[in-house]
């Protein structure tokens, strides 16, 4: 079996290499021969008329691609071709966008801490109408209590999410980061004392729960890694895992880590679901290997798909 292993050209460093050099082994343990391309090793496909795009992309001879990237219209162009793309491009473009994470899961059933969006708009601050943002705060304030936790639709490691305390923060915010589309969700209590905040990453592939951890940074209200959280093995409880595979499920993922929150109460809240998930930290925290979890899940249903 062969497969193509997409990721991007413009992420680097030895997070990013890791998670190329556990597919690989992966896929040579299993048999399958992975090549490795960046979108940008790609972009001959892009450039070719669709006929011979999709000659070029049969020489390759792939079973599959593996796209560990969010360049949608790549993923896209590749299943237009005739590509078995995991995931698929409509599931890592809802992904990618947390406003329509929100959209294709908030009539679930799923719990989500209350939400609202920015409209959409082609000022920068300079030029904003005299009474925004005032009138869009005060249309806020009657759903969402401070604090207000504020989110770039496009982000990753808790890079692009803020907190603001009140409506002078929360007016400099909206001031600062527009005409980028923003949502504004209730901020959900984690821990009982303190500033700092706590979820939970659960690893699904082929709808089950595969590994989890528990996240908790005592110095900040998010508790990404990356933000200096600190990591311990979870076990996660049967509502948790639900709450994680009815959202997979709803958005069409074959692997993702989805993010919880469990309040101080005990309430379970999907914070958001991430289509390709870093999973080397979850491996030197609970010795599960989700490369390989996820690499026979493909074989898996290519093979089921082939016969």
């Given amino acids: 079996m062969k497969g193509i292993l997409v990721t991007n050209h413009f992420l680097s460093g030895k997070k990013f290499d890791d998670l190329v050099l556990f597919f690989m082994k992966s896929a040579q343990r299993h ?45 896209a162009y590749l299943e237009a071709l005739g590509a078995r793309v995991f995931n698929s491009s409509r599931a890592i473009e809802i992904c990618d966008d947390k406003s329509l994470m929100y959209l294709s899961l908030c009539q679930s059933g799923i719990p989500m801490p209350k939400t609202a969006f920015s409209p959409m708009m082609f000022y920068t601050p300079k030029d904003f109408p005299p009474d925004y943002p005032d009138n869009f705060i005060s249309s806020l304030e009657k759903e969402l209590s401070y604090p207000i936790v504020v989110k770039e639709c496009f982000g990753s490691f808790g ?8 409506r002078d923060s929360l007016a400099k915010l909206i001031r600062e980061l527009s005409p980028k589309p923003l949502i504004f969700q209730e901020f959900i209590t984690t821990v009982k004392h303190g500033i700092g905040g706590r979820d939970l990453r659960l690893h699904v592939v082929g709808d089950r729960v595969v590994t989890a951890m528990a996240r908790e940074n005592p110095r900040d209200f998010r508790a990404n890694i990356t933000n ?49 998930a870093h999973f080397v930290n979850i491996f030197s925290c609970t010795g599960v290997n989700v490369a390989d979890c996820i690499i026979e899940h493909i074989a898996n249903n290519v093979n089921i798909n082939n016969k």
């Fill in 228 to 276: 200096g959280g600190i990591m311990s093995l979870y076990s996660p409880s049967n509502e948790e895992k639900e709450t994680a595979l009815k959202a997979c499920r709803k958005i069409g993922l074959d692997f993702a880590g989805v993010d919880l929150l469990v309040d101080t109460q005990g309430r379970v809240f999907l914070c958001e679901v991430n289509s390709n």
């Fill in 31 to 75: 048999g399958i021969t992975l090549t490795h391309y960046t979108n940008c090793q790609m972009i001959n496909l892009l450039s070719l008329p669709y006929a011979a795009a999709r000659e070029s992309l049969a020489r390759e001879e792939a079973d599959f691609v593996l796209f560990w990237d969010k360049d949608v219209r790549l993923a």
């Fill in 159 to 166: 890079y692009q999410v803020y907190l603001a305390k009140d």
